[in-house]
């Protein structure tokens, strides 16, 4: 790779990752104090940030994809898929901090199709999932992660809800089996059986009754929660996917993944 494209590339995604960990940092003061100023100026102050940083990653073109992912984390969608107002500051961070994820994402990419090395060593995976406790799933979730992005960037919208469910379910499971039966003796209504007996539903609520997430799920998309029955045995798509029930179930993916892993 020539030596200024890998310099470049490099300072990008370090700058990228500063505004990820404030713009975290950032979403947890406004989730305990939405009101308090010097959050909410620093909020503005980390927005600018970002949009001058996707302005100069999108070459300056709106039409460029993390352009109009940049604009579209602003927009709240009716149920008739119509824009509306933002939602709570909180949940805007949260929407750019999965841009800015992207970005990082599209530029690592970049990188490793670039390395002309007649031996490129292959990029290590990102450690997104450190925090679920079988470590065999880990790689296979973060695979699955990288496959999801993919195809929501490529418009492939039944293909990246499948995998983000196929995720969100996986997860939840690993916690729920990793807290043992103490922790949801004083649960009501647990079904019977082993958890990964449970419907995707049950699990999801019992999670939440025990606390071990908080109430994100509620905007799941009820799709979403049946995702198993959007393909045949085969995989191939039976249902017609639309952009918002895809962005909207990684979204709650990503609640539940700082829900389970409050360091992130």
Known sequence: MDETLRAQID?????????????????????????????????????????????????????????????????????????????????IVERLVSVLDQAVLSLARMGVAQNESPAPVAAP????????????????????????????????????LTYSSGILESIVTDALEFSGSDALASVAEVPAGKVAEWSFDDRLAVAERAKIIRGGCARLPEIARRYQEITDPEGN???????????RTMQVLHVVMRDLDPGR
């Open 125 to 160: 995976l990102p450690r997104r999932f450190e925090f679920v406790h079988n470590a065999e799933l880990r790689p296979v979730l973060e695979q699955a992660y990288i496959d999801s992005r993919d195809a929501l960037e490529q418009s492939r919208f039944g293909t990246a």
């Open 11 to 91: 300072s990008n995604l370090v700058h990228l990752e500063g505004l990820i960990r404030r713009g975290r940092k950032l979403r947890e003061n406004l989730a305990a104090d939405s009101s308090n100023k010097s959050t909410l100026v620093a909020n503005r102050a980390w927005q600018q940030d970002c949009g001058v940083a996707i302005n100069q990653l999108s070459g300056g073109s709106k039409a460029h994809w993390l352009a109009r992912a940049f604009s579209e984390a602003f927009l709240m969608r009716t149920a008739s898929g119509q824009a509306s107002e933002a939602g709570a500051p909180e949940v």
């Open 237 to 247: 798509l039976q249902l017609t996917i639309t952009e918002q029930d895809a962005k």
